[in-house]
């Protein structure tokens, strides 16, 4: 089991910049494979971003490519999202996910564990 804490959360304009973290504890960080999702009020999770622990390079929902980017420093047992030219329909509640799985996956049943979520406000 793995335990996620997020962090870097807050309120920004549109068109501004924030960078979350995840600090990731209780199994290798190394052989960990990392996303981060999203919900919205009244709408379900989405997938945003993810980096698997093997190097199959990282990949992203369609809404966030281009603006968002996924980084891991396994050294720190920590995975960013580094959220450019932020959007209002940004806005959500992101979290951190793990998987040991070493593939590219979306889907929320191939991340075994999850934290508690960071929220993310846009105005505009």
């Known amino acids: 089991q793995v335990q996620l804490l997020e962090s870097g959360g807050g309120l920004v304009q549109a068109g501004g910049s924030l960078r979350l973290s995840c600090v990731a504890s209780?199994?290798?960080?190394?052989?960990?494979?990392m996303a981060w999702f999203r919900q919205a009020p009244g709408k379900e999770r989405q997938f945003v971003a993810g980096a698997p622990w093997i190097a199959y390079g990282t990949y992203y929902g369609d809404s966030v490519k281009g603006r968002f980017t996924i980084s891991r420093d396994n050294a720190k047992n920590t995975v960013y999202l580094q959220m450019n030219s932020l959007k209002p329909e940004d806005t959500a509640v992101y979290y951190c996910?793990?998987?040991?799985?070493?593939?590219?996956?979306?889907?929320?049943?191939?991340?075994?564990?999850w934290g508690q979520g960071t929220q993310v406000t846009v105005s505009s």
């Open positions: 996910a793990a998987s040991s799985l070493s593939l590219r996956t979306m889907r929320e049943d191939d991340y075994d564990d």
């Open positions: 209780g199994r290798t960080f190394s052989s960990t494979s």
